[in-house]
């Protein structure tokens, strides 16, 4: 295979250059910006080749209320706690023998589309809706599998940008639960309920059918219950210490399951990494003949600013430059997350491939303007200002603690936390102690929640005792925080933020009237 750039047709340019004259020194200045990067990073190709080039999105937030037709909410009710029966989402047998059995009896649903396939540590669903949206605008028709849910288990499978209506979940259920029950029978072990909503994307996706499903990686890669998909793209997000009792202890570790979605001759599109996991998946692609696009190389951020409601930002595509894009999302790993995102969607597109023609840039404009993500730095509600945010890791608690200073500039901000037992409780409360004043901690309602004396106990460690408050319900926890922002009068600046889980911040969502 060729060790080139796609467009370096005299062989003459060096890893990380273009053949536009003065996009060079351009773009050198995104990859000197890259402080966190290790400088061997853009000579570490070894053999892989780059892709670069000369020169009606969903409306609404897409978290769906209860259904108003008594009966439908019960046969969703009785849906939900059939597939609550099965193994959760957090149980994993490292195999994909259920997955494949059943997409076989289905006819393989999976095959009927191209896919856009995601994995990563962080920024995973972010990214996934940002590219569901581009899409979108260019007329295509999606599907889209994320998860899990903030509030309703509906909205992991989405079509046309929003949730399936819970009409048609409960029938793609029905549908398809005969064959999951012939694999049940069948196997050791029978499919959990991440294989089985899985399996309900899928047929629903080619049932549409969809021109694209764009497909969140539950948990790591290569046996996540998604890997039976062969994306046209793969991409792979911040790769970060989570599940490290399952994955691995370091990021290159983690990164080896990772690196399993990109398939051969697949193009995958790398976000800024740390450098033993980056050498992991730039090894992998060279082994299975993927092309590779790197943010910070072949495409990234060259500009941002904070903007009202949200920022105003300039990205390096693989086709150009785009300039005036106005994302409604706040922080910079957002704005990372979008360069991400458009890469994606250019490649998808051929772009770097086989042309090099930039994306039309009114309609990337009129998409990322439109993007959403509840529960990502999320306002809702004002005086005080309480944001949602579903930052579970340490590295996620950190981009969350830079986005909302940089965005909101409190004056003082409470936070409420409640985390899963199986998190790094410690790292994610370290992150935050330098921008919260004081700290409620609780818990949500799941079996997996942490024990509020222990979670308690952590926090007095992290903060002192002074500034932690303990309130075991959420509904108490949040009217304390609120409280507490309030005590320095209506104009001090105050703010809450309740953060530590997705499914704390989505039972916050609903305390606080949002679904």
Known sequence: MSERPLNDENGDLEPGETGTPGAADRFEEIVDAETDRD??????????????????????????????????????????????????????????????????????PQRAYPAIHITGTNGKTSTARMIEALLGAFDLRTGRYTSPHVQSVTERISLDGAPIPAERFIETY???????????????????????????????????????????????????????????????????????????????????????????????????????????????AVEVDATVAREGMEFG??????AVGGQLLTLRGLGGEYEEVFLPLYGAHQAHNAAVALAAVEAFFGIGSQHARPLDIDVVRRAFAAVTSPGRLEVVRRSPTVVLDAAHNPAGARVTADGITEAFGFSRLIGVVGTSAD?????????????????????????????????????????????????????????????????????????????????????????????
């Open 423 to 515: 998190k790094d409780v410690r790292g994610l409360l370290e992150a935050f102690e330098p921008i919260f004043a004081e700290v409620v901690v609780t818990r949500n309602s799941t079996p997996r929640a942490m024990d509020v004396d222990e979670l308690a106990g952590v926090a007095v460690e992290v903060f002192g005792a002074e500034r932690v408050q303990v309130e075991p319900r959420l509904d108490d926890a949040l009217e304390a925080a609120i409280t507490l922002a309030e005590e320095e009068s209506e104009y001090s600046g105050a703010g809450v933020l309740v953060t530590g889980s997705v499914i704390t911040v989505g039972e916050a969502r609903l305390l606080l009237g949002r679904g």
């Open 301 to 306: 951020v060259v500009g941002r600013e904070v």
């Open 39 to 108: 400088p061997d990073l853009a000579v570490i190709e070894a053999g892989s080749r780059t892709l670069r080039t000369q020169g009606g999105p969903p409306q609404g937030d897409g978290v769906p209320a209860r259904p108003e037709d008594p009966e439908v909410d019960r046969a969703l009710r009785e849906v939900e706690a059939e597939l609550a029966g099965r193994w959760g989402e957090t149980k994993l047998d490292p195999s994909l023998a259920r997955m494949e059995a059943l997409m076989d009896i289905l006819g393989q």
């Open 174 to 284: 029905r549908d398809i639960k005969p064959y999951v029950e012939m694999v049940d029978e069948r196997e050791d072990f029978r499919m959990s309920f991440f294989e089985v909503i899985t399996g309900m994307a899928f047929a629903a996706f080619a049932d549409a059918p969809v021109d694209v499903a764009v497909v969140e990686v539950g948990m790591g890669g290569t046996w996540d219950a998604t890997n039976v998909v062969d994306g046209t793209v793969a991409v792979v997000t911040p790769i970060a210490l989570d599940h490290t009792d399952r994955l691995g202890s370091t990021p290159g570790d983690i990164a080896t399951e990772k690196a399993g979605i990109v398939k051969s001759g697949a193009t995958v599109v790398l976000s800024q990494q740390p450098v033993d996991a980056a050498q992991v998946l730039l090894k992998h």
